[in-house]
T-cell receptor, first 112, second 114 residues
């Protein structure tokens, strides 16, 4: 069974702090990794995609990938109350179909 | 504007009734997906389609059916065989059957059994 694991949280951080969200996956041949943000009652919105080991930065967001450890993370710098949401990690598994498989998500609360 | 449109936004189903959820995209994407989300849960794959006139079951296909007669449309029917259909249904699409392409979502349909 291919799995994507996330701590459900909630993760609570003060405004202006760095929020660190983590995700592990079980399929060693996974190739593509994505972070989505989902506000309550809304559909997921793509934040970042990462395909190679290392860091990828986009504004306040940094995705980190370590394929050897089967670990992907998302850092949010200068966290804002508007960042409060559930963050979903998704992994596209190889094998021909590249179907995105999602973790359960981590709830982030940024308090003023 | 390009995007994925799901309708209706809210849907109420009576016991024993079949209902169809619409998903239309104008992104010229080849692959389309249906996911189900229950409160506090992640997204579970119901069905997916990589090309027109072809689709495959996902992890929780029982009680659901789909069709893919046009590239831009992938409707989902929730049949009376689905015993617990109350959930948030999400349609997504991707550019194609290639690694490195992101999936984008419609706004979702919230289905409630009354």
């Amino acid at each position: 069974q291919k799995e994507v694991e996330q701590n459900s949280g909630p993760l609570s951080v003060p405004e202006g702090a760095i929020a660190s969200l983590n995700c592990t996956y079980s399929d060693r041949v996974s190739q593509s990794f994505f972070w989505y943000r989902q506000y309550s009652g809304k559909s997921p919105e793509l934040i970042m995609s990462i395909y190679s080991n290392g860091d990828k930065e986009d504004g306040r967001f940094t995705a980190q990938l370590n394929k050897a450890s089967q670990y992907v993370s998302l850092l949010i710098r200068d966290s804002q109350p508007s960042d409060s949401a559930t963050y979903l990690c998704a992994v596209a598994l190889s094998g021909g179909s590249y179907i995105p498989t999602f973790g359960r998500g981590t709830s982030l609360i940024v308090h003023p | 504007d390009g995007g994925i449109t799901q309708s209706p936004k809210y849907l109420f189903r009576k016991e024993g009734q079949n209902v169809t959820l619409s998903c239309e995209q104008n992104l010229n994407h080849d692959a389309m997906y249906w996911y189900r989300q229950d409160p506090g849960q992640g997204l579970r794959l119901i069905y997916y389609s990589q090309i027109v006139n072809d689709f495959q079951k996902g992890d929780i296909a029982e009680g659901y059916s789909v069709s893919r007669e046009k590239k831009e449309s992938f409707p989902l029917t929730v049949t009376s065989a689905q015993k617990n259909p109350t959930a948030f249904y999400l349609c997504a699409s991707r550019r194609g059957d290639r690694e490195g392409t992101e999936a984008f979502f419609g706004q979702g349909t919230r289905l409630t059994v009354v």
